[in-house]
């Protein structure tokens, strides 16, 4: 309907401008909206302010240049109007809301998305990548279902994406799980020895472990470090990834491609990348890192707790950028840190020719992005393609207070626990529904309630309510007859107030959807969705006595038409989002109550 909109005012400008009333060389980019107050029409639109430079005259002469001279091919347009200092607002014809139905059948799964990788753009969307050392847990939940519907997002937006996780199969706390592996290993055969303070004291470690002896016997049992070490290393990043696998899999969320850190050093990419930094000058040696604003660092930053390790070396200057301070990037012994590698990662993106390229990291991660956006603009590359999204960690609650631990296994709480609690779905929803940097608590005793106060159960019970209209017309002996019997006749019964704005916004999914993947924001889609459930709901109860299914038969073709309209363009959203459209859900708690009195 927006692009009708839009194509009434191209045609007009053009003619304008063929006739010599107004002169321009391009149109700058407008917008058309729904106005706030209905009083004011069907769509507004700011184009006659915005060409007011490009053309040389007053707002309001445009307007009316344009209302005067109207070019409505389709005759879709009722009423122009020109309000204030030169906005334009349109009432059109009701026909134009009647065939959003037919239109949204028509388009069917499709409704909403662009052809797959039709905007030429090729993009990469890294998340989770949760180190290899445990599970998938609570603290990586966010980020998990953020990136994937990000990438939902994307893949409906047009683009070729590519969905990446970083594994950081390399350093120190991948050893330590090797040694506690081996130490595990060993306590299956009888021998006495005990786990140090910073090894991997949960039960999962010890199921791996017996993976291993049943893989390897005794063999491991005696032989030197040098030959245990890489093997128990590489079995527990082999068993926690095909546990992370596993998780992601519960919850709905699939990976192109795992990226390993140790394929970086092993390939001398990690080292070559500071060469590479010396090589443009952008690197020097000393003692300490340069500041900006002589600021003195924090004494529980990490940087001031590992000051001993960090005796001079090769500094990176960060500093031209946003960076506070320089970052070393070789120490004083000659070793790569933990910043050496991801840079040499991002590098990497860069070569491989995506157009944008996103990480969602948890929101302590926030000090790392402007040392990753100096080293890639010390590198020459367009830092722009480069965008990060910053979760929140949320409170995850049950009568009220923090849960932190499983109950059934004692150890950190983790994804598939509040999977197999909560639901995929309630996880998936109340992880998108607000912006990525807010705070917010997950109430487990609330998603578990059949009440319309319960968002996820609202968000699936307006879903589920088309369907069962659907199938109680069909039980009346009145089905829809579909997308190729629907007359126009009977589409033209939609003329209420409540159901224009219905399929008015039902007709904006396409663009939500562009919007929200522009903005990396999927809640606006979660939105949308909720709007729409909640002008349906109220539509439904308003209109009892004057109901969806009736004797009217004109009249009952034409909503069904709406009914089964909305059902596909809300199965299409939640879809883009990744949750279940249910065809069946008990009605709430309040509306069973009501009908029993």
């Known amino acids: 309907m927006r692009q009708k909109v839009r194509a009434v005012v191209d045609e007009t400008l053009s003619a304008l401008k063929s006739k010599g009333v107004l002169s321009f060389e391009q149109v700058p980019g407008y917008a058309i909206e729904v106005p706030k107050n209905p009083e004011h029409g069907d769509w507004s639109c700011n184009v006659a302010m915005v060409m007011s430079k490009a053309a040389g005259k007053k707002p309001g002469d445009i307007a009316d240049a344009i209302i005067a001279n109207l070019v409505d091919k389709d005759g879709i347009v009722t009423k122009v109007e020109r309000a204030g200092p030169g906005f334009l607002n349109f009432r059109l014809k009701d026909t134009v809301f009647q065939t959003v139905a037919r239109d949204v059948l028509r388009a069917g799964e499709s409704f909403g998305r662009q052809p ?49 996780f970083y594994i950081n199969d390399y350093g120190k706390q991948v050893e330590t799980l090797g040694r506690t592996v081996h130490k595990r290993y060993r306590q299956l055969f009888g021998q006495q020895v005990e786990l140090v303070e910073g090894e991997y004291p949960a039960a999962y470690v010890i199921d791996i472990a017996k993976t291993w002896r049943e893989e390897v016997g005794e063999r491991y049992l005696t032989a030197p470090e040098s030959e245990w070490l890489p093997e128990a290393m590489a079995v527990g ?24 850190e140790a394929s970086l050093h092993a390939s001398n990419k990690v080292r070559s990348i500071v060469d590479v930094y010396r090589e443009r000058g952008a690197t020097y040696e000393a003692t300490e890192a340069r500041r900006k604003d002589a600021k003195v660092r924090s004494e529980d ?67 790392h992005v402007p040392r990753i956006e100096a080293g890639m603009h010390l590198l020459g590359f367009d830092i722009k393609k480069l965008k990060f999204v910053l979760v929140q ?38 992880f998108l529904m607000k912006t990525a940097n807010a705070q917010f608590d997950f109430d487990l005793d609330a998603v578990r309630e059949q009440k319309s106060t319960n968002p996820v159960f609202y968000f699936q019970y307006g879903h589920a309510r088309c369907a069962a209209i659907l199938r109680k017309a069909e039980e009346k002996g009145q089905p829809f007859v579909g997308v190729d019997r629907v007359t126009d006749a009977q589409l033209a019964r939609l003329v209420l107030p409540e159901e224009k704005v219905m399929l008015q916004k039902m007709s904006r999914l396409p663009d939500v959807v562009q919007s929200a993947a522009a903005n990396l924001e999927p809640h606006h889609v979660l939105y949308f969705c909720q ?67």
Do not use: W
């Open 531 to 597: 709007e729409l459930i909640s002008d349906f709901h109220s539509y439904y109860t308003r209109y009892k006595s004057d109901p969806i299914i009736s004797a009217d038969t004109e009249k009952t073709q034409g909503r069904l038409a709406m009914v089964a309209a909305l059902k596909q363009v809300l199965r299409a959203a939640f879809g883009i989002l990744g949750i279940q459209a249910p065809e069946v859900m008990e009605a709430p708690e309040e509306e069973e109550q009501a009908a029993a009195t």
């Open 116 to 164: 797959a990788k039709s905007s030429g753009k090729r993009v990469q969307v890294e998340f989770v990548s949760a180190n290899p050392t445990g599970p998938v847990h609570i603290g990586h939940a966010r980020g998990a279902f953020m990136g994937d519907a990000l990438a939902r997002l994307l893949d409906a937006a047009g683009h070729d994406v590519t969905r990446e």
């Open 237 to 260: 990043i082999r068993e926690n990834l095909k546990a992370i696998r596993a998780t992601l899999e519960m919850a709905g969320i699939r990976h192109d491609v795992f990226f390993s």
């Open 393 to 430: 960690i949320v409170r995850i609650t049950r009568g009220g207070e923090e849960v932190k631990v499983s109950k059934r296994k004692g150890t950190v709480f983790e994804l598939a626990d509040l999977i197999e609690e909560a639901g995929a779905d309630a996880c998936r929803f109340l």
């Open 301 to 367: 930053s990490k940087a001031a707790q590992y000051s001993d390790r960090q005796r001079g070396g090769t500094f990176l200057m960060t500093t031209q950028l946003k960076d506070d301070e320089d970052r070393i990037i070789l120490r004083h012994d000659g070793t790569p840190v933990y910043l050496t590698a991801d840079l040499a990662y991002h590098k990497e993106k860069f070569d491989r020719g995506f157009d944008l390229m996103i990480d969602v990291f948890g929101a302590d991660h926030a000090g």
